[in-house]
C-alpha cells in the first residue's frame, strides 16, 4: 500500500465519540447526530467483552458513563448491553436526560453497517491479541476494511495485527508518534514508520504540535495527519490553513461551518 495514495485534499471531519457534546459518548445518538451534520468520518473506542463481542465505548470499567464499576472484558454481551451508558451524562442544561431513558453500549458490527458512507477510525483500547483478533473479524464480516482506520496507543497490538497481514489503513501508535517528531528526517527515512496516519493531540510535553513544520514533515513522509481533540473553531482553521488532513472534534456543530469555508475557499483557488 502506498502512503502517498492515501493523502487526501478534501479534510475529513471527525466526530471524535460522535457529537458527544450533546450526546453521551459513543453511542449511536452522538453518530446520528454527528451524521446530521455531515460530517465524512467518526472516530470511536472499542473493547471486547468475555463472549468476544467487540463493543464500543472508551473505558475498560464502565462506571465513568454508566454508575457500574464492571470491566467490560469479564461480562458477556447480553450483560454489557444491559447497562445505561447514558447514565452519568449531563446536557448544556446541567440535566441528566437519560437517567431513566436507557443508551445502550453499541456493537462495533452495528456501527459498521449502520454507517457505510463514513470513514470511521477504531481505536482499539485492550492489550490482549485476542481482542484486536476478534475486531479485525468484525471489520472483515462487515466487509469495511477500506473504510477504516486502525489506532491504537499499544505499539505490540499494532505490530501483531500488521503480521497477521492486515492491508487496511493505520495509524501511528504513541512509541512511533514519539520517533516521528524527535526523530531528524533521514532516520525516519532509512527506517521507515509502518503507519499512514499520524493522529496528533494538539500539544506534548507542554509543547505546540500546531505547526507547519509538523504537518509538512508528516506530508513528506507519506503520512496523513489528523489532529485531537478540537474543539475550537479558531485553532480548526488554522489547522486547516497550515495542510492539515482532518481535525478530530466533539463538537461538529461548531467545526461544520468552519470546514464549509475552508472547501470554499480552496474552490476558488
Not at 493523502?7 to 449511536?28: C, Q, V
Amino acid at each position: 500500500m502506498e502512503k502517498q495514495q492515501l493523502l487526501k485534499r478534501d479534510p475529513w471531519l471527525y466526530a471524535h465519540r460522535g457529537a458527544s457534546i450533546e450526546y453521551p459518548e459513543n453511542t449511536i445518538e452522538a453518530f446520528e447526530q454527528a451524521n446530521r451534520y455531515e460530517v465524512n468520518a467518526l472516530e470511536l473506542d472499542v473493547h471486547v467483552t468475555q463472549d468476544g463481542h467487540p463493543v464500543v465505548i472508551h473505558d475498560p470499567i464502565a462506571v465513568r458513563t454508566t454508575g457500574i464499576y464492571q470491566k467490560i472484558a469479564q461480562h458477556p454481551l447480553k450483560t454489557v448491553e444491559t447497562w445505561n451508558v447514558g447514565f452519568s451524562f449531563v446536557d448544556a442544561a446541567g440535566n441528566r436526560p437519560y437517567l431513566q431513558k436507557k443508551l445502550t453500549i453499541p456493537r462495533l458490527e452495528t456501527i459498521l453497517s449502520r454507517f457505510k458512507h463514513l470513514h470511521i477510525s477504531i481505536e482499539i483500547k485492550p492489550r490482549l491479541s485476542s481482542s484486536a483478533l476478534a475486531i479485525l473479524k468484525t471489520i472483515s464480516a462487515a466487509k469495511a476494511q477500506n473504510r477504516v482506520t486502525l489506532a491504537s496507543f499499544h505499539h505490540a497490538i499494532l505490530q501483531n495485527i500488521r503480521q497477521l497481514g492486515y492491508q487496511g489503513r493505520m495509524a501511528l501508535s504513541k512509541q512511533e508518534v514519539k520517533r516521528l517528531l524527535f526523530s531528524p528526517m533521514r532516520f525516519l527515512k532509512a527506517y521507515p514508520l509502518a503507519g499512514q496516519e499520524a493522529q496528533l493531540p494538539l500539544s506534548v510535553y507542554g509543547i505546540s504540535l500546531v505547526k507547519q513544520s509538523i504537518i509538512a514533515k508528516c506530508h513528506q513522509l507519506g503520512l496523513s495527519v489528523v489532529f485531537w481533540t478540537v474543539n475550537d473553531p479558531h485553532v480548526a482553521e488554522t489547522l486547516l490553513t497550515l495542510g492539515a488532513d482532518g481535525i478530530m472534534t466533539d463538537n461538529p456543530a461548531v467545526m461544520r461551518p468552519v470546514f464549509a469555508r475552508y472547501r470554499a475557499q480552496t474552490a476558488k483557488k
